[in-house]
C-alpha cells in the first residue's frame, strides 16, 4: 500500500486545542458546540470558521491553528478563534476551559455528535467509545521527508514521560480523585489502536503496516490510527497527541516550543548522517505509566538496568540543550516556559491544591480552570472560596507582579 507524503519544507507547527464548553451556574459539561459553530460561521465565514471544529462529543470544540512558521504565531492564532469563540459562548452562558477530563461531568449524560464518522466509531468500540469524554492537545511538527518520518517517530517515543507529565491534568474522574496524574492517558489508551506506536524502521514498512491493518478491517484509513506519535502524510508532519488538554495558552506554547525543537533537531541529526537512537518499546511503557501516576514527580528509568532520574531534573537539562534550537526558531521565550510548569507544578497537581483548600469540594476545581483559560497562565495560590457563577467581565488581573513566564504567583 502506497501512501504519499507531503514533505514540509521547514519544521512548520500546527496546534489542535479541545476546549470544553461549561455550564456557568452548574459548571457541568453543557452541549452546545453544533449552536456555537454554527453562529461562528454566520459570524466569520466559511474559511476562517473552519479553524474550530465539532468532535465526539457535543461538549467539545477542537480549535485548530493554520500551518504556522513559529510558536508565536500558532499561539496568536489560537487566541484569535478563542476569542471569537468564547464570546459566542459567553452569550449563552457557557465558559471554555481545558483539562484532559471534566473534574465532575459524567460521559452517560453527554450527547455524542450528530456524524456519521462518530456513530461509526461508537457502533464498532461501544463502551470504549462512549466514555472518551477526554481532551488534549495535539501538535504537529513538519518533517522534510518520509523517509524521516519514521526514525523521528520512534526517537520521540523517548521522549512521551517528559511530554505526558508536562500536560497531566486529569486526576479527576466522574467527581472522584483517580490517584492519578493523567487518567486521560489511560482512558484513551484502552482503545485499539491508541497507545505507544509500534516500532516500524522506515515508511516503507509504515506503509506496508497500514496496509495489512486496512486490509483485515481493522481500520477503515489511517485516520483511525490514534499513537501517542504517529506521522500525518496528508499534513507532511509528525504529530504528537500524548499530551493531556493544557488549561492556558502559556502552557499549550511551552509544549508546542519543546515538541518544534526536539521534531528540527532531529531534522538536522538525520540530514548529517546521525541515526537517531529508538528506545525500547518496554521502557516507554514503563516510564508513560510512571509519568501518568505521578506527573512531574515521577522517576524515570534511564536505562535497562533500572537507573532511575527525576523527569523534572530530565526536563530541565533537555530545555538547556534545546535553548540554541530555541533561538534558532525564534521560540526560547516559549520553551523557558516549560521551566516555569516545572517550578510550579503542573495541572494536576494546582487542580488537587484547589480542591485541597476547599475541602474535597470539586466546583472551585472548575472555577479555577475557567479562570485560568480566561487569563491565559496558571493561577497559583487562588482562593477556593471564590466561584465564577458568570461570565468574567474581562481578563483575570493579578495583584502582585508577573514573572516574566507570565505566571500568576498570588490571587
Same mark, same amino acid.
Given at each position: 500500500?502506497?501512501?504519499?507524503?507531503?514533505?514540509?519544507?521547514?519544521?512548520?507547527?500546527?496546534?489542535?486545542?479541545?476546549?470544553?464548553?461549561?455550564?456557568?451556574?452548574?459548571?457541568?459539561?453543557?452541549?452546545?458546540?453544533?449552536?456555537?459553530?454554527?453562529?461562528?460561521?454566520?459570524?466569520?465565514?466559511?474559511?476562517?470558521?473552519?479553524?474550530?471544529?465539532?468532535?465526539?462529543?457535543?461538549?467539545?470544540?477542537?480549535? %485548530?491553528? +493554520? &500551518?504556522?512558521?513559529? *510558536? !508565536?504565531?500558532?499561539?496568536? /492564532?489560537? #487566541?484569535?478563534? =478563542?476569542?471569537?469563540?468564547?464570546?459566542?459562548?459567553?452569550?449563552?452562558?457557557?465558559?471554555?476551559?481545558?483539562?484532559?477530563?471534566?473534574?465532575?461531568?459524567?460521559?452517560?449524560?453527554?450527547?455524542?455528535?450528530?456524524?456519521?464518522?462518530?456513530?461509526?466509531?461508537?457502533?464498532?468500540?461501544?463502551?470504549?467509545?462512549?466514555?472518551?469524554? %477526554?481532551? +488534549? &492537545?495535539?501538535?504537529? *511538527? !513538519?518533517?522534510?521527508?518520509? /523517509?524521516? #518520518?519514521?526514525? =523521528?517517530?520512534?526517537?520521540?517515543?523517548?521522549?512521551?514521560?517528559?511530554?505526558?507529565?508536562?500536560?497531566?491534568?486529569?486526576?479527576?474522574?466522574?467527581?472522584?480523585?483517580?490517584?492519578?496524574?493523567?487518567?486521560?492517558?489511560?482512558?484513551?489508551?484502552?482503545?485499539?489502536?491508541?497507545?505507544?506506536?509500534?516500532?516500524?524502521?522506515?515508511?516503507?514498512?509504515?506503509?506496508?503496516?497500514?496496509?495489512?491493518?486496512?486490509?483485515?478491517?481493522?481500520?477503515?484509513? =489511517?485516520?483511525?490510527?490514534?499513537?501517542?506519535?504517529?506521522?500525518?502524510?496528508?499534513?507532511?508532519?509528525?504529530?504528537?497527541?500524548?499530551?493531556?488538554?493544557?488549561?492556558?495558552?502559556?502552557?499549550?506554547?511551552?509544549?508546542?516550543?519543546?515538541?518544534?525543537?526536539?521534531?528540527?533537531?532531529?531534522?538536522?541529526?538525520?540530514?548529517?548522517?546521525?541515526?537517531?537512537?529508538?528506545?525500547?518499546?518496554?521502557?516507554?511503557?514503563?516510564?508513560?505509566?510512571?509519568?501518568?501516576?505521578?506527573?512531574?514527580?515521577?522517576?524515570?528509568?534511564?536505562?535497562?538496568?533500572?537507573?532511575?532520574?527525576?523527569?523534572?531534573?530530565?526536563?530541565?537539562?533537555?530545555?538547556?540543550?534545546?535553548?540554541?534550537?530555541?533561538?534558532?526558531?525564534?521560540?526560547?521565550?516559549?520553551?523557558?516556559?516549560?521551566?516555569?510548569?516545572?517550578?510550579?507544578?503542573?495541572?494536576?497537581?494546582?487542580?488537587?491544591?484547589?480542591?485541597?483548600?476547599?475541602?474535597?469540594?470539586?466546583?472551585?476545581?472548575?472555577?479555577?480552570?475557567?479562570?485560568?483559560?480566561?487569563?491565559?497562565?496558571?493561577?497559583?495560590?487562588?482562593?477556593?472560596?471564590?466561584?465564577?457563577?458568570?461570565?468574567?467581565?474581562?481578563?483575570?488581573?493579578?495583584?502582585?507582579?508577573?514573572?516574566?513566564?507570565?505566571?500568576?504567583?498570588?490571587?
Amino acid at each position: 500500500m502506497r501512501i504519499p507524503f507531503s514533505s514540509s519544507t521547514s519544521s512548520s507547527l500546527g496546534i489542535e486545542w479541545e476546549l470544553q464548553l461549561v455550564d456557568y451556574q452548574s459548571r457541568q459539561l453543557r452541549g452546545d458546540a453544533a449552536v456555537i459553530l454554527d453562529e461562528l460561521r454566520a459570524k466569520v465565514g466559511e474559511r476562517e470558521a473552519a479553524k474550530a471544529k465539532h468532535e465526539l462529543f457535543d461538549s467539545t470544540i477542537e480549535v %485548530i491553528t +493554520g &500551518v504556522c512558521g513559529s *510558536v !508565536g504565531e500558532a499561539t496568536t /492564532d489560537l #487566541a484569535g478563534t =478563542i476569542s471569537v469563540l468564547r464570546d459566542l459562548a459567553e452569550r449563552r452562558g457557557v465558559g471554555l476551559m481545558c483539562s484532559g477530563t471534566h473534574p465532575i461531568s459524567d460521559y452517560a449524560s453527554q450527547r455524542i455528535t450528530e456524524d456519521e464518522r462518530y456513530a461509526t466509531l461508537v457502533s464498532q468500540m461501544q463502551w470504549m467509545a462512549r466514555r472518551l469524554l %477526554i481532551f +488534549g &492537545v495535539h501538535v504537529h *511538527v !513538519g518533517v522534510r521527508s518520509p /523517509d524521516k #518520518a519514521m526514525p =523521528i517517530v520512534n526517537a520521540l517515543m523517548a521522549y512521551i514521560p517528559h511530554f505526558l507529565a508536562l500536560s497531566a491534568s486529569s486526576p479527576y474522574w466522574l467527581g472522584d480523585d483517580t490517584g492519578l496524574a493523567s487518567s486521560r492517558s489511560q482512558v484513551f489508551a484502552s482503545l485499539p489502536t491508541a497507545g505507544l506506536p509500534y516500532p516500524l524502521d522506515d515508511w516503507p514498512g509504515f506503509e506496508a503496516f497500514m496496509g495489512t491493518l486496512i486490509a483485515s478491517g481493522t481500520i477503515e484509513t =489511517i485516520r483511525e490510527i490514534w499513537w501517542d506519535i504517529r506521522p500525518h502524510p496528508n499534513f507532511g508532519t509528525v504529530e504528537l497527541r500524548i499530551c493531556d488538554g493544557l488549561p492556558t495558552l502559556m502552557e499549550v506554547g511551552a509544549v508546542a516550543a519543546l515538541a518544534q525543537c526536539l521534531v528540527d533537531r532531529m531534522n538536522t541529526q538525520i540530514d548529517r548522517g546521525y541515526r537517531l537512537p529508538a528506545p525500547k518499546r518496554w521502557l516507554v511503557q514503563e516510564n508513560k505509566w510512571r509519568a501518568a501516576r505521578y506527573g512531574l514527580d515521577a522517576q524515570i528509568m534511564i536505562d535497562a538496568q533500572g537507573a532511575v532520574r527525576s523527569v523534572r531534573d530530565d526536563i530541565i537539562d533537555l530545555v538547556e540543550d534545546l535553548l540554541p534550537v530555541a533561538h534558532r526558531l525564534g521560540c526560547a521565550g516559549e520553551l523557558a516556559d516549560v521551566l516555569a510548569i516545572v517550578e510550579i507544578g503542573g495541572s494536576s497537581t494546582r487542580q488537587r491544591e484547589v480542591a485541597r483548600r476547599a475541602g474535597g469540594d470539586l466546583l472551585p476545581v472548575v472555577d479555577t480552570l475557567l479562570a485560568e483559560m480566561e487569563a491565559g497562565h496558571p493561577i497559583v495560590d487562588r482562593p477556593a472560596a471564590s466561584r465564577v457563577t458568570s461570565p468574567p467581565s474581562g481578563p483575570v488581573s493579578p495583584s502582585g507582579p508577573v514573572p516574566a513566564s507570565g505566571v500568576v504567583l498570588g490571587l
